[in-house]
């Protein structure tokens, strides 16, 4: 099984370990891993791009309650300083 196929598998923590390496590799690997890297690199981004997408849009569409009507709180200190 290729590495390409495992990324929707693999943790947010591993894909930004992967990411990390790649980026590393792309400037201090040999010729075959720079190459390597620069193939991996846009797909690791593109996930790692909707899964922060996919994020956004649940906790935007998760419905609130209303606020409710509660009277206001009184202030202490209003309330133990007489006038």
């Known amino acids: 099984m290729d590495l390409l196929t ?3 598998e693999m943790s947010d923590d591993a894909l930004a370990n992967l ?4 980026r590393r590799l792309q400037h201090s690997g ?8 620069a193939a991996l ?3 690791v981004e593109a996930e790692i791009g909707a899964r922060r997408l996919a994020k956004v849009k649940a906790t935007r569409s998760v419905v609130r309650k209303p606020r409710s009507s509660r009277p206001a709180k ?10």
């Open 6 to 8: 495992k990324l929707p």
């Open 19 to 22: 990411r990390s390496n790649a």
């Open 30 to 37: 040999t010729p075959t891993q720079q190459t390597d890297a």
């Open 41 to 43: 690199l846009p797909a």
């Open 74 to 83: 009184p202030n202490p200190q209003s309330a133990s300083e007489p006038e």
